[in-house]
């Protein structure tokens, strides 16, 4: 049916009606502009979910356009307004203010003499494949039970250390230590509500449906159909999406979130689906990652999708760790943050004396960003020496975006060792229950989800 058509017979079908007083009711105005109101005092000031750990989203899209190499000096002068208006309750300042930010952000000027500049961006996945070598490897011949059994591990270890490291995110090492001395186990009663999985989620509704050919474009219009919410890089992109903004516009239009760990955070699932293939789980992370994300964002979700699909194949966690940072691009920036973690570890003889230097030289980027965080999971994996509960205690006490870390990295020793990973103090809290957000979809078995995953494999 043509679209006038349609329009036009409803127009011509309507027939005018009394509504009594009740019946114009309004009420749902002051609903929305409650929503609204609470959004914009978060973009301010707001608390974690899971730590209560307290955030300036709009000081923090400022800092990482500078950190991108943007000059963002009118940005910084709004600041003190801003915050003062959060602090005062005073909506409708904060909301001119927070576009006036966002206005001069995406329209700032390069800084030319910024070290940004000196590396490749990464625009495409070609591009990126183009800059690497992937190991070959036969193809992953496991009977279908094995198969299953070991992404059933990969999931409970994710879940398990997502819950973990909720209760951590958005803290350093040392308040962490005189809050909780040396982590060894669940701080408080867990529970698997977290926003990462659902990225992940997503992202496998995409490829049940599309498969081999799946694009971009598939896994943005499930991020529209099942996530209802999102947060900074995550929030953007699916606005992007809503307004026929697609990928990879939608990573990076308007978004200066788009370096930070939000695509790092789903990357394993990549992996999971691409066993013992790095070259394959690439192409799926870097499509993934344009849908929120661009160029060493993105290289994030690469990083961690590639050691998940070793982990199949691979037993020595350090080699896999060596073996990821090889496959990112020499030139690009999130090459020169792995790399450094990596030297870093080798040239200190212990796991904290590393992270101080890596936490030093990346003091100015936000705690949600890719890069510190990228930092911790290297040193996690290289001390831990392949320990769940060794790797676990490292990446908790380090502090920053514990779940994303913990959650993606734990996947990695699930696939290895499968039942043999995870005492049962880590799973009993647990059982076979996931809890989400998705539309429709408030609950998930993770017994189920593996059987899922192991089906889609199957089926590509």
């Known amino acids: 049916m043509k679209a006038w058509k349609m329009e036009s017979d409803l127009l011509k079908s309507a027939v005018p009606v009394i509504l009594s007083e009740d019946e114009q009711s309004w009420i749902f105005c002051t609903e929305v502009e409650k929503m609204e109101n609470q959004l914009i005092q978060m973009k301010w000031i707001s608390a974690v979910p899971g730590s209560g750990s307290k955030e300036h989203l709009t000081v923090a899209a400022i800092q ?10 009118e940005a910084e002068k709004l600041i003190a307004e801003g915050m003062k208006c959060a602090e005062e309750g005073d909506y409708a300042g904060m909301t001119r203010l927070y576009c006036r930010i966002m206005y001069l952000l995406d329209n700032a000027k390069k800084i030319e003499n910024h070290p940004y500049w000196e590396y490749t961006i990464y625009e495409t996945f070609e591009q990126y494949a183009d800059s690497v070598s992937f190991p070959e490897y036969s193809k992953y011949a496991e009977s279908r039970e094995r198969f ?63 498969g081999n050919k799946i694009t971009a474009m598939d896994i943005a219009e499930e991020w529209v159909a099942l996530v209802p919410f999102g947060w900074s890089a995550e929030d953007i992109a699916l606005r992007n999406i809503k307004l026929g903004i697609y990928p990879p516009r939608s ?55 590639v050691m998940a699909s070793l982990a199949f194949v691979e037993t020595d966690i350090r080699k896999i760790v060596e073996m990821a940072v090889d496959m ?43 890069y510190p965080n990228a930092c911790a999971e290297v040193i996690a994996l290289w001390f831990g ?55 429709g979809l408030p609950e998930i078995s993770i017994k189920g989800l593996a059987k899922w995953t192991a089906d889609i494999v199957e089926r590509i």
């Not at 962490?176 to 992202?203: C, L, Q």
């Not at 160029?295 to 994030?300: Q, Y």
């Not at 200190?348 to 590393?354: I, L, R, S």
Request: one cysteine or more.
């Open 148 to 210: 299953e059994e070991r992404l059933y591990n990969g999931w409970m270890a994710q879940i398990c250390a997502g819950a973990l490291g909720t209760a951590l995110e958005g803290y350093c090492l040392d308040n962490i230590r005189k809050t909780f001395g040396e982590i060894r186990d669940y701080v408080r009663t867990p529970n698997t509500y977290n926003d990462d999985i659902t990225f992940e989620y997503a992202f496998l509704k995409a490829l049940e449906k599309a």
């Open 385 to 439: 020496k392949g320990s769940f509960d060794e790797t676990m205690h490292i990446i908790c006490m380090v502090g920053y975006d514990v779940d994303c870390n913990a959650a993606q990295i734990a996947t990695l020793l699930g696939i290895m060792h499968g039942d043999n990973t995870l005492d049962e103090r880590w799973t009993r809290p647990i059982g076979d229950k996931l809890i989400t957000y998705l539309r």
């Open 328 to 370: 990112i691009p020499k030139d690009s920036e999130y090459h020169s943050v792995v790399k450094f973690a990596l030297y870093s570890c080798k040239e200190h003889g212990c796991w904290e004396n590393t992270w101080r230097a890596c936490e030093k030289r990346y003091e100015r980027y936000n705690w949600i960003h890719a």
């Open 251 to 305: 990573g990076y239009r308007s978004n200066p979130f788009r370096e930070w760990i939000g695509a790092q955070m789903r990357g394993t699932v990549c992996g999971m689906v691409a066993p013992g293939n790095p070259y394959e789980a690439a192409r799926y992370a870097f499509m993934d990652g344009t849908v929120s994300h661009h160029n060493n964002g993105v290289l994030g979700e690469v990083f961690n999708a």
């Open 64 to 73: 990482d356009m500078e950190n991108m190499g943007y000059d963002v000096a």
